[in-house]
Structures are given as C-alpha cells and as structure tokens.
C-alpha cells in the first residue's frame, strides 16, 4: 500500500493522512509537533525584542495549551482501545508484533504462486491468504491474527498496481 502524503500549506510540513498506516502517522505527527514547537518559539523570540511581548506570550501560552490538549482530546479509541490514556502494544501499531519470536511456512497454489502464509508470531497465529486476478495480479490479501482479519484490495491500471484499500475488523 502506497503512503499518502498531506502536508501543510504555507511551511509545507507532513501531516497525517487517514489511509496511512498508524506507524507512519505517528512519526509523522511527532515530526510535526517539533516543527510547530520550534515555529513557536522562534516567534516568541523575536515577539520578545519587540513591544508588548507579554499580550503576544500569553496568546502563544493558550496556543500552546490547546496543541498540547489536542491530541488527548481528539484520541478516542485505536483498535477498539478506548480512553485518552491508551497505551498501545505492537500489535496496535501494524497486523502482527513488529519482532519477537517466529515461524513461518508458505504454500502454493496450482500456478506456483504464493496462496497462504502461516505465521506464529508472539505464540499467536497469523493466517495470510493471497488470491490474483484472472491476468495473474495480486487481487486480496486477507491476513487474520490475534482476533483482528485484515483485507487489502489491490487495485491495477493497465496492468500495473494503481492501489489498495484496506479494511480491518475484529473476527
């Protein structure tokens, strides 16, 4: 799946984009609260050398407060965690644990292409299967694991990958 990209439109910074992946969004919004973090204090630094700083300060203090808010406000649940205060494992973060103990074994189907992954991740199975289109494409790949069935849909255009669209829920 191909990482979207947003950015802002005056400093052209990364923002999140909805069919990212968490993993992806989330380095992005960090790099992002830096980016505003240093705007804002490189403001209130040359706000500081002018008159009537102290107005100035306490509307970048207020702004600050409501980014700093904003993400505890806005956060309602990540895979089907609810609260403010979610702590995520690695399994929120991508289909399966990131590392960690595993095996894996491959089989094929007729036509010797790849048709089902089987993986033990974390003591957990994870259950990959493939399925192409009549022209040999890649068309699904649905990966099962830990209670959550994941479905990616591939899309092609003139014969080459144009995208995919993913869906997830709870098995």
Not at 11 to 30: I, K, M
Not at 125 to 132: F, R
Request: without cysteine; proline residues 2%; charged residues 25%.
């Amino acid at each position: 799946m191909a990482i979207q990209e947003d950015i802002t439109d005056f400093f052209g910074l990364e923002l999140p984009y909805a069919g990212n992946p968490l993993e992806v969004d989330v380095e992005r919004l960090r790099a992002l609260g830096r980016a505003v973090d240093n705007a804002l204090n490189g403001l209130r630094e040359l706000i500081d050398e002018k008159a009537g700083a102290q107005e100035v300060d306490g509307a970048l203090d207020a702004l600050q407060r409501a980014i700093n808010d904003m993400g505890a406000a806005r956060v309602q649940s990540v895979n089907g965690k609810a609260g403010v205060n979610i702590t995520l494992a690695r399994a929120d973060l991508k289909l399966g644990p990131a590392n960690g103990a595993s095996t894996t074994s491959i089989a094929y189907d007729t036509s010797g292409r790849v048709s089902v992954v089987t993986e033990m991740l974390d003591a957990k199975q994870a259950v990959t299967v493939i399925s192409y289109d009549s022209t040999g494409n890649v068309k699904t790949v649905v990966t099962t694991y830990d209670g959550r069935k994941r479905t990616e849909t591939m899309t092609y255009n003139n014969g080459r990958l144009e995208g995919a669209a993913a869906t997830e829920e709870a098995v």
